[in-house]
């Protein structure tokens, strides 16, 4: 059974970097055709797409978020990682690692249970 | 980018009822790569359909997708308890990944 964990900080100072890391658990992230997302949702509001990645670094991004977003792969601990920079607390939000449900296809069958994280000095 | 847009905002239905929620694109979504998702309070999404119609494993038939091009639809044959959630559409047919803003449904 395939399980994604979310680890980081909670709180983080405006213009600091937003770090966080999806533990995946029940697979290899390795896994051909599946690449790796982060989504997050603003308090109150809906879900928004971040970006992915493939095993082989490969990335794509949600424009909006593009110039201070890096998701980078460390196939050694089967983790992917979230760099978000100079935040404000409009990126306050719940973050979630999702994995698709099918290989080439961004239907998100499985998630991390997500993880709050607050820009707040 | 494909703009999604779900209407109503809240669906206020006592349990037994049927439920019709839409989604429309600004644009078509090609393939009909429409998905629908299920969110309650402190908790991550469930997909619930995919394909626009396409029901994932484990969800009961009283939930059904249907739709093409711009316009789509989640229906919910007769509430339970446990249907009482926020619903999201998301296109998967080009990046961005986009969902919709949501559909409330409440406990008349």
């Known amino acids: 059974q395939v399980q994604l964990q979310e680890s980081g900080p909670g709180l983080v100072k405006p213009s600091q970097t937003l770090s966080l890391t999806c533990t995946v658990s029940?697979?290899?992230?390795?896994?051909?055709?599946?690449?790796w997302s982060w989504v997050r949702q603003l308090p109150g509001k809906g879900l928004e797409w971040i970006g992915k990645m493939y095993y082989t670094g490969a990335t794509y991004y949600n424009p909006a978020l593009e110039s201070r977003v890096t998701i980078t792969v460390d196939t050694s601990q089967n983790q992917f990682s979230l760099n978000l920079r100079s935040v404000t607390a409009a990126d306050t939000a719940v973050y979630y690692c999702?994995?698709?449900?099918?290989?080439?296809?961004?239907?998100?069958?499985?998630w991390g249970q997500g993880t709050v994280v607050t820009v707040s000095s | 980018e494909i703009v999604l847009s779900q209407s109503p905002g809240t669906l206020s239905l006592s349990l037994g009822e049927g439920a019709t929620l839409s989604c429309r694109a600004s644009?078509?979504?090609?393939?009909?790569?429409l998905a629908w998702y299920q969110q309650k309070p402190g908790q991550a999404p469930r997909l619930l359909i995919f394909?626009?119609?396409s029901r994932a494993t484990g969800i009961p038939d009283r939930f059904s997708g249907s739709g093409s091009g711009t316009d789509f639809s989640l229906t919910i044959s007769r509430l339970e308890p446990e249907d009482f959630a926020v619903y999201y559409c998301q296109q998967y047919a080009q990046l961005p990944l986009t969902f919709g803003g949501g559909t409330k449904v409440e406990i008349k």
């Open positions: 644009q078509s979504v090609s393939s009909n790569y």
């Open positions: 999702a994995r698709p449900a099918f290989s080439k296809k961004d239907v998100f069958e499985i």
């Open positions: 029940g697979a290899s992230i390795r896994i051909g055709g599946y690449y």
């Open positions: 394909g626009a119609s």
